[in-house]
């Protein structure tokens, strides 16, 4: 019997890739990737290939496993077995695990489900590593901005079903049409520096609400608050603060597109709030009210390479994450003049 540890990142929804990196004891590192399947809410199951390094040598074989267990987590009862190298190296396992929820950290408005933020799962072909920095950066702004889409073209439909005035949801609509653009911005750019086309998995989001009620309003107010006044008032700050600094001419244009735009999209998001919180009176309020006094956490600081990201017109993570703290502390003070209106 040893100890099993180890990271594991799953990319898809239900039906889903994912690539296992883990330890037993301090003899043995296998690494496997697969397909993993939900079935039902509670119950997944998964398969795939695995090789393994350690003592007494190395071994390929296949993996096979299931569980209780969601998107977010659960319990893998599961094994290995070796078809080639030593034969030793088959086990049984029996192991918790959790896959924490994605953050969308601050390009375009989050895309929320029952699980989290969602995100499209992107697939690298034929990959030339060239700046690992930069391409992860601008990928991860792609799958954002991407998730976007859908996130505005459902908010369209719940503003119609909650009786929301006509320019409200005509500025949604073209607020989609704007992510889309910055998403095939940012995956031009993520391509440059990997060196390598991306196929991406689209994403669908159907609404969630189909009349008016305290609870619908009031979901609208928050995710406005969170999402649109914060969220893309961030994201329009980090691109403006990118546009004074880069010096790439492919990087300048795609910032000189998403600033005003994402500038745009906050201003309709606090629009979206005055609406809400005023067609849903003190309920709606108070709820914003208690949502505003939690700040986001901060993303942790790696060392970066901070003259190079600013040629390219990208901010470290302390950048952004002061960039969120003066967006926030803006926005406290005008909703709360909307708030006592």
């Not at 991306?198 to 928050?222: G, K, W």
């Not at 390219?312 to 969120?324: H, I, K, Q």
Request: hydrophobic share 45%; proline share 4%.
């Amino acid at each position: 019997m040893k100890l099993n540890y180890g990271f594991t990142g799953r990319f898809g929804q239900d039906t889903a890739a994912f690539a296992r990196l883990e330890g037993f004891g301090i003899t043995a590192l296998q690494l496997t990737g697969g397909v993993t399947q939900m079935l039902g809410d509670s119950i997944f199951v998964e398969g795939g290939a695995t090789a393994v390094t350690g003592t007494p040598g190395q071994a390929a074989g296949v993996h096979l496993g299931f569980g209780p267990g969601s998107r977010g987590g659960g319990l893998l009862i599961g094994g290995s077995l070796p078809l080639a190298g030593e034969r030793q190296f088959k086990y049984l396992q029996l192991a918790p695990f959790l896959y924490p929820s994605e953050v969308c950290w601050p390009s375009g408005r989050a895309l929320r489900t029952s699980e989290g933020i969602a995100l499209p799962p992107v697939l690298a072909v034929a990959c030339a590593r060239a700046d690992d920095a930069l391409a992860s950066a601008w990928i991860d702004d792609a799958r954002a901005e991407l998730a976007s889409v859908p996130a505005f073209l459902r908010l369209a439909a719940e503003l119609n079903a909650v009786g929301a005035p006509a320019e409200l949801r005509s500025a949604t609509l073209a607020a989609a049409v704007d992510e889309r653009h910055h998403a095939q911005a940012a995956f031009a750019m993520a391509s440059r520096w990997a060196q390598s086309p991306f196929a991406v998995a689209p994403l669908d989001a159907q609404p969630r609400f189909d009349r008016a009620s305290e609870s619908a309003l009031t979901q609208l107010a928050i995710e406005a608050w969170q999402d649109g006044c914060l969220g893309e008032g961030t994201a329009a700050l980090c691109a403006r603060l990118g546009l004074a600094r880069v010096r790439d001419n492919d990087a300048a244009q795609v910032l000189a597109r998403i600033a005003p735009d994402e500038e745009r999209h906050a201003d309709l998001s606090w629009r979206i709030l005055e609406w809400c919180s005023s067609a849903g009176g003190a309920v709606v309020r108070d709820a914003v009210a208690e949502a505003a006094r939690t700040s986001a956490l901060a993303p942790a600081h790696a060392e970066e390479d901070s003259e190079w990201l600013a040629w390219n017109g990208r901010l470290t993570a302390a950048e952004r994450g002061s960039a969120r703290a003066r967006v926030e502390e803006q926005g406290r003070a005008r909703l709360r003049r909307i708030l006592r209106a």
